[in-house]
């Protein structure tokens, strides 16, 4: 009993669970097996960008390594996913249901998935736990439609200030960009000069380190 209790308290703390009664929680394990799987931290994907979103994922325990490559080729974006956490909920319908980000377990890590086509005929029958998904569906929404507004940007740091706050809108934390200095400097409207000299200046304030084709910005909430 006391071990079930803790399951339940685990279970009930992640996004999407939180509210949901034990008697709800208990009939959705006897029916859909809720079986937390727990794998070792590794280099190898957990899921790859493209994949298709068939799995509602939770982040039971642990942290997730993301990766993101843009369309076209030109950048790339490392982050990193604590839990817990509920992975890519926007992804699971709509025009394109696939992931958008590489995952990797970067510490032994437990997941916890239920199937899409389970939703319908158990969870999405517990008002709260849809009361729960529209509440992260609509901040999903409304932090990308902030992210789309128009905004006056004065000089090229304003500009990649922007940039980057778009890049990271939802992390928090620690952040790495790969990219070419030339093609940042496409991105944001400059010259390469003067991005480099943003950077270094960044860097010597101690708000980035600086590496060969990439660097990482230590709190991406304060650029």
Known sequence: MQEL??????????????????GELLAWEEALRLDVDELPASSLPIIRQGDNCSLLLWLVEGELLREHHSRDGLYATRTSLRAPAVIEVDRLFGLTPTYEH???????VKLLGVRKSLLGSHLMKSEVFRLNLLNALSACAQKRAAALLPCQLVG??????????????????????IIQMKDLAHYIGET?????????RWAHSGSIRLGRGHFTILDVAAI
């Open 156 to 177: 090229a740091e304003a500009r990649l200030r922007h940039f980057l706050r778009r890049l990271f809108r939802d992390c928090e934390g620690e952040v790495e960009l």
């Open 192 to 200: 390469r000069l003067s991005v480099s000299r943003i950077l270094n």
């Open 102 to 108: 590489t995952y990797r377990a970067k510490t032994d």
């Open 5 to 22: 209790g803790k399951r339940y308290a685990q279970l009930t703390r992640l996004p999407l669970l939180q509210g949901v009664s034990s």
